[in-house]
């Protein structure tokens, strides 16, 4: 077997990344304030490029008052995301970690967190809406773990507790075990506690305590004292002939515009060089920014078209959508859409919401037809519970039964799920309180 050197011709093709195209994809998915910046930034830069500062904003349709099932969420809900945590977290990533598609999965799953930190979607799910594989999404996850404030990016509330514990070198088999008991806890069963943890009573308080120090929200720390409605992006209104009219709101960002005087000034040399790529990376930002424009536009226009019966009725009729769907009804990358609808808000009459909202999971209905937005079955059973009385607080069971009774097929716990991402305590919590 010959071993000597020789030289082959092979032709192969691969996506080259360049610094214009990231630029690019970076630019759908920042939100008006980053991008703002950003072209603050390139104007610095660049003497050709002209940033003209927004007009002032725009009045926003008047909104509709709505309560209950038939309605709308309460308008607190519809605030900005709270600046900071993001900025902060990535920056630690950044900090601990080398490796770009380590960082750009982490990064990612910071747009994944809820409003108390956690994770609210599986990792296969993310792996399988990013066409990545699921060890490295988990991967990714254990890197936003290792984060402050600890228990950020946890799965649930026994997660988020437990690595908290591990991270105060308070994990002993005892707490551990505790922490996977909660239900018990929350019910005040502490003889049954103790007999499961084999410990004292007195043991146990001191258990107890040491749980009710931990946070169990992790991102409640960066709450502001006043909130701050979010500039929305995208306007959606209803025009004379009854139809939903999308229109972006170009008040939301500076102007850009190429200045062409200085090229024409200098005839050659070094000057003139530098002046051409000026240019061309000016020109090119006005593209890139154009055509996000027109694919936030084209978006925001089939989520309108699939979400109709929620601009028309409330939030009783919202349908079940995902990414995947938008993408292939405009022929997009999932990634796009994912990008694009990041951190953006769409401003009607019933409110001003986060693009992702509209993005919604869906339940089973008991006859097998049409599922049911997981938001709808969210608000139905808030209502429940705002109609309780001492005499008649319905426990999760309950609550299923009801839910099935009225065509949507759930478990039980997916109830305790919904109810507690919504911080609606347990039913025996909320008897004595009604007490």
């Known amino acids: 077997m010959s071993l000597r050197p020789r030289l082959e011709l092979k032709q192969t093709q691969r996506l080259s990344m360049t610094p214009q195209l990231r630029q690019a994809i970076q630019l759908l998915q920042m939100t008006n304030t980053e991008l703002a910046a950003l072209l603050e930034a390139e104007a610095e830069k660049n003497p050709l490029l002209e940033v003209i500062p927004p007009a002032p904003a725009r009045q926003p349709p008047t909104h509709t ?21 993001r900025e902060e977290l ?28 956690f994770l609210g979607q599986s ?12 060890t490295a999404v988990s991967d990714a996850l254990t890197l936003l773990q290792s984060c402050e404030p600890t228990g950020i990016g946890a799965r649930d509330l026994q997660e988020c507790l437990r690595l ?11 707490l551990l075990a505790l922490v996977g008991h909660l239900d018990l806890l929350a019910s005040g069963d502490f003889a049954k506690l103790s007999k499961i943890l084999g410990i004292s009573a007195e043991a146990l308080d001191q258990a107890v305590s040491t749980i009710q120090r931990l946070n169990p929200r992790p991102a409640s720390g960066y709450d502001h004292n006043m909130a701050q409605t979010a500039v929305p992006d995208i306007f959606v209104t209803r025009s004379q002939d009854d139809t939903w009219r999308v229109e972006l709101n170009t008040n939301a960002l500076p102007k850009v515009l190429v200045n062409e005087s200085y090229t024409a000034e200098v005839s050659a040399g070094k ?24 694919t936030m536009l084209r978006v925001a226009t089939a989520v309108v078209t699939h979400q109709s019966r929620f601009f028309d009725s409330g939030l009783s009729r919202l349908r079940p959508l995902t990414l995947a769907e938008i993408a292939t009804t405009l022929d997009l990358h999932e990634a796009t859409v994912s990008r694009v609808t990041r951190g953006k808000f769409l401003e009607c009459p019933r409110g001003n919401f986060p693009m992702r909202f509209f993005f919604a999971g869906s339940v089973a209905s008991a006859d097998g037809t049409a599922p049911v937005a997981t938001p709808v079955v969210q608000d139905r059973i808030r209502a429940l519970v705002a109609q309780e009385t001492a005499e008649n607080v319905l426990s999760d069971l309950e609550i299923v039964k009801t839910l099935q009774a009225e065509g949507i097929h759930i478990a039980r716990r997916t109830v305790a799920k919904y109810r507690n991402s919504m911080g ?12």
């Open 123 to 134: 990792v296969s799910a993310i792996a399988a809406r990013l066409g990545q594989p699921p």
């Open 271 to 294: 000057t003139r060089e530098y002046l051409a790529e000026c240019q061309a990376n000016a020109r090119f930002l006005v593209r890139a920014m154009d055509q996000r424009a027109k």
């Open 65 to 85: 008052p709505a309560h209950g099932a038939g309605g709308d969420f309460d308008p607190a809900q519809n605030i900005a995301a709270k600046p900071g945590l």
């Open 90 to 117: 990535t920056a630690q990533i950044r900090q601990s970690e080398r490796d770009p598609a380590r960082i750009a999965l982490a990064c990612h799953l910071i747009d994944e967190l809820d409003e108390n930190g």
């Open 164 to 174: 908290q514990l591990v991270e105060n070198g308070q994990d002993s088999p005892e």
């Open 424 to 435: 609606i305590a347990s039913s025996s919590r909320r008897r004595r309180k009604l007490l």
